[in-house]
């Protein structure tokens, strides 16, 4: 299984303090940002300032994205120059990402493995292609430069959103790529961030970008397994073992049937429970 990615913490590569605190933070990956949070007058200095703070800092197995400008801007080529071969990144996430051809001009230019933010109304639509690109490991929801396009509205149920996202998911499942949902951008009412955590959580999403390091609690929380359904996958696991010890395929648990195919998502979900409790860094909440 992949390292999780419960909580995707953006930080803008222009600001020294935010990449100091990066280290002590309890995300399992970083977005450094070169792209919307930097200024155009701040580009070229935040990143010089993140291609060194990556080769100096060591950031603790924490997966280490750079999200660079696009090719169509002025900063784009310079970005994937700095970053192409870096040894303190992962992997470069593409901004605005229309199709898999808008991939193929960045993998040309870079040997790290590619994500793409998935953020225009075409991109949602290429979502399978994009997907399946060879390059591509990860995808992430880019919600408000998709709302924007949209002219949808923000609600909290996301009605708006919602094919594009359910599409998304759909992609990157077929594919077998890691899909990261988008921000909430009111970054202190946690009852809110936690209601879209876990509508994302249940829609299949493997975690949450976020923009502050006080929503990082709640998002690790949300899309880890909690101790009961660790607890049931075990009691599900033991009931069809015995029911196939009796000659039968099927067992009940809590009056509901457990098969095969349970059996592999409860299996899955103590794998997914045991490496986020092996994780280096903050297990469960900070
Ligand atoms: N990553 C790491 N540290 C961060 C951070 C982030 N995204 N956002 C804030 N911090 C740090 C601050 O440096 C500050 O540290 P300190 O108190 O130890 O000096 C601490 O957390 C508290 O910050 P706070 O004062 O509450 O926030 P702020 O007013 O400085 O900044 C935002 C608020 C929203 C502007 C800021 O969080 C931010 O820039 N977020 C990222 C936005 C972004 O990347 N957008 C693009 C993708 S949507
Ligand atoms: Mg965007």
């Known amino acids: 299984m992949l390292r999780p990615c419960r909580s995707v913490l953006y930080i803008p590569a222009s600001k020294e303090r935010a990449l100091e605190k990066a280290r002590e933070l309890p995300a399992d990956a970083i977005i450094f940002d070169l792209e919307d949070a930097v200024a155009p007058e701040e580009k070229a200095r935040a990143r010089a300032l993140l291609a060194d703070e990556l080769q100096r800092e060591d950031f603790g197995g924490r997966l280490r994205l750079v999200r660079v400008n696009g090719l ?41 493995p590619l994500w ?125 073992a015995e029911a196939r010890a009796r000659g039968e395929g099927v067992a009940v648990v809590d009056g509901r049937i457990v098969e095969n195919l349970h059996v592999a998502t409860a299996k899955a979900l103590i794998e997914k429970a045991e490496v986020i409790a092996a994780q280096p860094i903050a297990a469960g909440a900070i």
């Open 116 to 240: 793409a933010m998935l953020e225009t109304a075409r991109g949602c639509l290429n979502a399978a292609a994009i997907a399946a690109h060879p390059r591509l490991e990860g995808m992430v929801m880019g919600t408000n430069d998709l709302a924007k396009e949209l002219g949808a509205r923000s609600r909290p149920d996301r009605l708006p959103l919602m094919s594009a996202l359910g599409l998304c998911v759909l992609a990157a499942r077929a594919e077998g790529k890691v899909i990261v949902d988008g921000v909430f951008n009111a970054f202190k009412d946690e009852a809110g961030l936690k209601g879209e955590c876990e509508q994302g959580r249940d829609m299949g999403f493997d975690g949450k970008t976020l923009i502050h390091p006080s929503q990082l609690e709640v998002a690790n929380a949300v899309f880890a397994p909690s101790e009961d359904e660790v607890a049931l996958a075990r009691r599900q696991i033991a009931a069809y």
């Open 72 to 112: 169509e801007t002025p900063w784009g080529a310079a970005d994937m120059l700095s970053f192409a071969a870096h040894p303190g990144v992962d992997a470069v996430l593409v901004p605005k990402v229309n199709g898999p051809e808008d991939l193929d001009a960045v993998a040309c230019r870079v040997s790290k």
